[in-house]
């Protein structure tokens, strides 16, 4: 070793960094972290949660499926049941319909359960609104059920009234007449079940008012759903509605019938063949006395012996003077016939009542109208009648005219094959009239004797078959009452019963036709109509109303002839006309019953077609609903009647005042 090389040495226990060269210095090294000790995942402890998790949703979804198969399995249960309650209905006895009843009531309590099991989902948004209503229709059927087994009990009396028996046991034989008394004398015991059956009807509708069907589906498959639901809660509704109007009349039923104090009404016959606006025009008369229950004529007569003692005073309308000509040629002034220009039945009979006071014709308690199909619906139920002195009466169709048996004699009976001309002097006496005059005063007595006769002296089997004729003769408006009471002749308006002219707020059609001296074509002459509603760009509604009359039949110079219509369309006040096509005269709007009328003329020919097309703007704005009523005109058969209103168009045939909404 070189001695003269010298190496620094570095001692073990004190080396320096500042003692080294430089060439011999190390560069600090960064700090080189630790490496961490691998953490390993809890598998165990999660793998737990999630099985709790997916547990408790399991069980959950096993519980829903349950608690909604334990409904359905009990719905499906009670779908059975009632299938068996309706067909006990069919076999029209009460006892058994009870029995049934009592089945399915239990049946519906074991669903009721099922399905209170279930409404806590009802908290769920959207979903739990469906469940929600589900409630309400239980809630209501339990109601229903109530309704439904207190109106057995009260319907057991007059069992065989509504077509039902009520067990075993040998019927005794009753007419007709004894069970309209027992109905009449049990009106007072009848009164209060009827009050506690509306306060249960009453609860059904408030339970479900509230459910918005726009929210469900129009169809579920090949299943129509919301069209159903609506068609369920209208019924509802109407039926509520009846029957509430209805009651009152039940209890006016004793004093109508005379219980406590004979009863004496004017009935016109008005022959709706030859139809005026409150149902055809009037021909005879009778005075009909009811004494507990008991109908009695008392006298009739036919109009133009009535006329004869009349001294008309007011000025006719214009188009009586104008169209019908007769006896107004002379004088223009109203002659008790035609006292039925009002299209309101009501008003006519004031003016008529206070006119026919002046010939002396006084203590009445009101005035009842009937037209020939009251006569046709009754024949329907009793068959052939025969009447002394002028032989049978039945709705057999005959070849002489294309109608009824009954119609065909009636207006042979009726029909003045010319005027009748009074002595001017005021004698009373005729100067001439024609052959078959003196045959239209003595049918009208013996013809009504031998109906109201036959129809009491039905076997009680008939009497559902009498009351359904009595009740579509009301509804058809066939039958109109004018009762001196104001309470009962109110009563009898709200249900319909009166002739009234509707009023109502939202859109409206009332079409009124007058035959002015074309014979009886009416017999014969059909109305088709069609509305078309729509909205402007202002959200204004605008209407196209065609009206279409056809006669099919060949002319006769007797029944069938040229038929000269003067008719009137009331429409909503304040509607605008905008065109009137297809008729001879069109005349001035105005205003009448509190709505505006839109006036013309035209005469339909046998075998022929008058189409009138009226274009007019509403005084409605469009908004979220749209109300229509359609009011029949007395005296008219079930026209068809089409409303379309955007994607929406109903068909159905006016037999009676119809209510729509859109």
């Keep these: ?75 499906q249960k009670l779908v059975a049941s009632a299938r068996i309650l309706k067909d006990s209905v069919a076999t029209k006895n009460l006892d058994e319909v009870n029995k049934k009843l009592t089945l399915f009531e239990n049946d519906y309590r074991s669903f009721s359960k099922a399905y209170s099991r279930i409404e806590w989902l009802k908290v769920i948004p959207y979903f739990g609104s469906f469940v929600s209503d589900g409630g309400k229709f239980v809630d209501a059927g339990q109601e229903g059920l109530y309704l439904a087994k207190k109106g057995v009990e009260v319907a057991k009396p007059f069992a065989d009234l509504i077509g039902f028996s009520t067990g075993g046991g ?22 209060p079940e009827l009050d506690t059956l509306e306060v249960h009807i009453k609860k059904i509708n408030g339970k479900l008012s ?9 169809k579920i498959g090949k299943y129509e759903v919301r069209s159903l639901l609506e068609s369920g809660l209208l019924g509802v509704s109407l039926t509520t509605e009846i029957f509430s109007k209805a009651k009152p009349i039940v209890a006016d039923v004793p004093t109508l019938m005379g219980v406590n104090t004979p009863r004496t009404y004017l009935v016109i016959f008005q022959n709706d063949k030859e139809l005026r606006p409150t149902g055809g025009f009037i021909t005879a008369y009778s005075l009909l006395q009811v004494d507990k229950g008991k109908l009695n004529p008392v006298s009739s007569d036919d109009i133009y012996n009535l006329d004869s003692k009349y001294n008309p005073s007011i000025p006719a309308p214009d188009p009586i003077v104008k169209y019908l000509k007769g006896p107004y040629v002379l004088s223009k002034y109203l002659r008790l016939r035609d006292m039925n220009w009002n299209p309101d039945f009501s008003e006519s009979m004031k003016m008529f009542v206070a006119e026919i006071d002046k010939v002396g014709l006084r203590g009445i308690d009101g005035v009842i109208s009937v037209d020939t199909q009251v006569l046709v619906n009754l024949l329907d139920v009793i068959g052939e009648i ?90 058809g408006k066939n039958i109109m009452f004018f009762l001196f009471d104001e309470k009962m002749q109110a009563n009898m308006g709200t249900f319909g019963a009166t002739g009234s002219i509707v009023r109502h707020t939202g859109d409206f059609l009332h079409i009124n036709d007058a035959n002015l001296g074309g014979r009886k074509s009416n017999l014969y002459v059909t109305q088709e109509v069609l509305q078309t509603i729509t909205f402007d760009k202002n959200g204004q509604a605008q209407k196209t109303l065609e009206i279409t009359y056809k006669n099919p039949e060949k002319y006769d110079g007797w029944l069938n002839s040229v038929l000269p219509n003067y008719v009137r369309i ?57 109300d229509l009523y359609v009011q029949k005109q007395p005296g008219t058969v079930a026209f068809p009647y089409t409303v379309t209103l955007g994607k929406n168009t109903t068909e159905f045939l006016l037999d009676g005042d119809k209510s729509l909404s859109f």
Excluded at 3 to 23: A, C, G, S, W
Excluded at 211 to 216: E, F, H, R
């Design 1 to 75: 070793m070189n001695d003269n090389f010298n190496i620094p040495q570095i001692h073990p226990d004190e080396p320096t960094k500042k003692d080294l060269p430089v060439y011999m210095q190390v560069p600090p090294q960064p700090a080189i972290p630790a490496t961490p000790k691998p953490v390993m995942p809890k598998v165990k402890k999660t793998h737990k949660k999630l099985k709790i998790a997916l547990g408790v949703v399991f069980a959950f979804t096993l519980l829903l499926f349950f608690l909604f198969y334990s409904a359905y399995d009990q719905s």
């Design 170 to 191: 040998e019927a005794k034989q009753e007419t007709a007449e004894d069970r309209i008394n027992f109905l009449i004398n049990s009106t007072e015991k009848l009164a």
């Design 210 to 218: 509230g459910i918005n069907t726009a929210k469900y589906p129009r």
């Design 386 to 475: 025969q009447v002394p002195g002028f032989g049978a009466f039945s709705n057999k169709i005959i070849s002489e005219c294309n109608c009824s048996q009954v119609i065909y004699e009636l207006e042979s009976f009726a029909d003045v094959e010319g005027p009748i001309v009074w002595d001017p002097a005021g004698t009373g006496k005729i100067i001439y009239a024609p052959a078959n005059y003196e045959n239209r005063k003595k049918i009208i007595g013996p013809l009504m004797n031998a109906v109201i006769a036959n129809a009491m002296a039905q076997p009680k089997e008939k009497m559902p078959g009498l009351l359904e004729a009595g009740w579509k003769s009301i509804l």
């Design 570 to 626: 009331y429409v909503p006040k304040g509607s605008k006309l905008t065109s009137f096509e297809g008729a001879e005269e069109i005349f001035d709007a105005y205003e009448d019953l509190d709505y505006t009328v839109f006036p013309a003329f035209f005469q339909l020919r046998p075998q022929g077609v008058i189409k009138l097309k009226v274009v007019y703007t509403l005084p409605i704005k469009k908004g979220k609903k749209y």
